[in-house]
């Protein structure tokens, strides 16, 4: 079966996962923190699963655990993509042994075949995280979830027709004052109109 026969015949529930890293100042020095994030490529949803200083075997387990409990992020998935990274090796042993999400390993050096998430990560770096200084993971989680917010609400997606992943009552309002919310200190702007 082709990759695309493949993605057209499970898009309903196909998710993939992937880790980047992000260097840290921490009262150790400069730290490396890895984040691991997962998407749903229906809907572009994207979930920070973890971040850590050391991606091990129970760290990966564990975060495996809480995506596919009950109301976990990948309750609805078929599939996980991720690549050959040795540190999903204990990811794919949980999925295969515990649950029915069958993972789908990538070939070597094929990030094209996870074109949606590379995208993101890609959109992740350039858009947030190296435009920023991290003190400490707590600084690093905030720029996260801020940015993920923005993702989620404030930015049009080319491949869901330019429309928002989850919109707010503002959007498509024709009649307002023009406002502007801001994140991460205005690096991060969405204008609307205020329909009050």
Same mark, same amino acid.
């Given at each position: ?63 495996g ?35 029915? $999400?069958? =993972? ?13 998430? %590379? &995208?993101?990560?890609?959109? !992740? ?20 979830k ?18 928002? $992943?989850d =919109? ?10 023009i406002?502007?919310? %801001? &994140?991460?200190?205005?690096? !991060? ?8």
């Amino acid at each position: 079966m082709s990759w695309k026969t493949f993605l057209k015949a499970h898009w309903n529930a196909i998710f993939a996962v992937d880790f980047t890293t992000v260097e840290v100042w921490t009262k150790t020095g400069l730290t490396t923190f890895y984040v691991m994030v997962v998407m749903e490529l229906k809907s572009r949803r994207v979930e920070t699963a973890g971040i850590t200083t050391n991606p091990n075997k129970q760290w990966v387990t564990q975060v495996g655990r809480n995506l596919t409990g009950d109301s976990g992020f990948l309750e609805n998935a078929s599939h996980l993509i991720l690549d050959r990274d040795t540190c999903f090796q204990p990811l794919r042993s949980f999925l295969e042994e515990q649950t029915d $999400i069958e =993972p789908v390993l990538l070939p070597p050096k094929s990030p094209n075949m996870n074109a949606y998430l %590379e &995208r993101f990560m890609r959109s !992740l770096k350039s858009e947030c995280l190296k435009k920023m200084i991290f003190f400490g993971q707590h600084s690093l989680e905030r720029a996260l979830k801020e940015y993920v917010a923005h993702y989620h609400a404030e930015r049009n997606h080319q491949g869901l027709d330019n429309q928002l $992943i989850d =919109p707010g009552e503002e959007v498509g309002s024709i009649a307002g004052k023009i406002e502007c919310q %801001e &994140r991460l200190g205005g690096m !991060l702007k969405y204008y609307y109109r205020d329909a009050a």
